[in-house]
């Protein structure tokens, strides 16, 4: 069986490594002439970060990734509302790493290049449309810098090419462009003295308003005693509806982000620096699409951000991604025939990844931290004088719901490598 997949990110990387290992022969296709270490960083869960240990990089995301230690609500003044333990001092088997994007993909890059071979990937070759056909796919592929359309032919195409997905575009002709809630978000990173456990994921402030997510993302910078401090700034802005494209590579300015946060310097953080240091700022929209009543055809799927982008509040976005590749491909491995995988791959993952995109938009928690700023708009000394026990015991509840799954579950599910 050969599988063709659209999309070198994180999900189509990771799709050909289990793929491979699961003994499918994969190409993958990028539109990007070259890969490169874009982006800026992104949390990996323990369920994804099992995934990626089976697949025989832990060794790589330990020397790379910080293993996150807590995540930690603040309010808008840096008091702490709430925060919990994360990874491997909860009782999970594998840790939560916060890494840098780029690098992330880097690592998988080179694993598919050094075991699939090194024309597995093809950068500068953009997904143009498909066509069915009873014995496999025949898909079209431009060549960016001649322009040249080809055929490529497989059993199976993924199509894990992101946001605005060209397979999902086909697949479902009359879907609306991606939904925006009215929130900005910068994004950058500065290297700065590590803060509080030196491993901690610090939320501050409310997605009602304004909100400020600071975490560290590499070990090196550790090594070293510093801390090189992924950071989002977020803020609800008027005009909810409108907004151009999305764009990961959109460069932002620091002027129209720093006035709404000049003033949160916390002690233990200086919001303000962390805008004012970063080399490169980025600008994106806080979009998703609904979730879809199916997401492929006969020999044709989607998966990760093609099949259910999220809001990043959850911050699941690429764990999903790989534990979606995982499934693909232990479900094609164990299947009779391309058709049945694809279909066994899609009970397993569809109702339980767009309850994910709807949990990220309800935003649960974030109404608490809400009610938090209405109740204590200058700040508090005990968050028992703001929060009752079973407000708290509820936003526990609500983020645990939201991001992770269950300590026992994870660690006693059986392995997805065929
Ligand atoms: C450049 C970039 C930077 C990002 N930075 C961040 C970040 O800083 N923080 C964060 O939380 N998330 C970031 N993301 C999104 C994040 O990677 C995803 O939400 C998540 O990891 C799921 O990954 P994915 O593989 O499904 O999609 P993506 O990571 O979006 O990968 C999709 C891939 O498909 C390729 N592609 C698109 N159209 C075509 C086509 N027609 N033919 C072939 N290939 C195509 C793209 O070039 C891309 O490599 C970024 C994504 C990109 C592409």
Redesign the pocket.
């Known amino acids: 069986m050969r599988v063709l997949i ?9 799709a050909a490594l289990s793929l491979h290992a699961a003994g499918i022969d994969a190409l993958v ?4 002439a070259s ?1 490169r270490p ?6 990996l869960m323990p369920h994804a970060v099992r995934e990626l240990t089976e697949l025989g990089l832990g060794g790589e995301l330990a020397a790379t990734g910080i293993p996150t230690a807590e995540m930690v609500h603040f309010d808008r003044h840096g008091n702490r509302i709430w925060g919990f333990a994360c990874g491997l001092s909860v009782g999970y088997r594998w840790p939560q790493y916060s890494i ?3 690098e ?2 880097m690592i998988l890059l080179a694993a598919v290049r050094a075991r699939l071979g090194p024309g597995a990937v093809r950068t500068g ?4 449309g498909f066509t069915s056909l009873p014995s496999g796919v025949v898909a079209g ?1 431009r060549d960016r810098s001649s322009g040249a359309l080809t055929a490529l032919t497989a059993d199976v195409l993924v199509g ?8 999902r575009a086909q697949l479902h002709p009359d879907e609306p462009p991606p939904r925006w809630g009215g929130i900005m978000m910068w ?1 950058g990173i500065a290297e700065a003295p590590p803060f509080l456990t030196g491993r901690t994921v610090a939320i501050s402030g409310t997605n009602a308003a304004l909100k400020f997510v600071a975490y560290p993302i590499s070990r090196q910078a550790e090594t070293r005693g510093r801390a090189m401090v ?1 950071w ?1 700034a977020e803020a609800m802005l008027p005009g909810a509806g409108s907004m151009d494209a999305a764009d ?2 959109r460069s932002g300015r620091a002027e129209d982000v720093l006035p709404w946060f000049e003033a949160w310097k916390f002690g233990w953080l200086d919001v303000p620096s962390l805008i004012t240091e970063a080399p490169r700022i ?1 600008e ?1 929209p806080m979009v998703d699409r609904d979730p879809l009543p199916s997401w492929g055809q006969n020999r044709v799927t989607l ?5 259910h ?2 809001y ?1 509040v959850g ?1 699941n ?6 534990v ?1 590749a995982r499934v693909l491909a232990y479900s094609l491995a164990s299947s009779g025939t391309p058709a049945e995988g694809l279909a066994a791959y899609e009970a397993a993952r569809r109702e339980t990844a767009n309850a994910i995109v709807l949990a990220c938009r309800d935003m649960p928690a974030d109404r608490l931290l809400h009610t938090v700023s209405v109740r204590a708009p200058d700040g508090f000394g005990r968050i028992e004088d703001v929060l009752s026990a079973t407000e708290l015991a509820a936003f526990d509840e609500a983020y645990r719901t939201t991001t992770l799954p269950d300590v026992a579950a994870l660690n006693s599910r059986p392995s997805l490598t065929p």
């Not at 659209?6 to 990771?14: D, E, H, M, Q, R």
């Not at 894990?160 to 397979?167: E, P, Q, R, T």
């Open positions: 659209a999309g070198a990110g994180i999900g189509g990387l990771t296709i990028d539109s990007a890969l874009l982006g800026v960083g992104i949390n840098h994007r780029g992330l993909q070759t953009a997904f143009a592929v894990a090419d992101g946001l605005y997905s060209g397979v994004r992924n989002v990961w590579n980025l994106y998966l990760g951000d093609a099949a982008p999220m990043p911050a976005g690429g764990s999903q991604a790989i979606d």
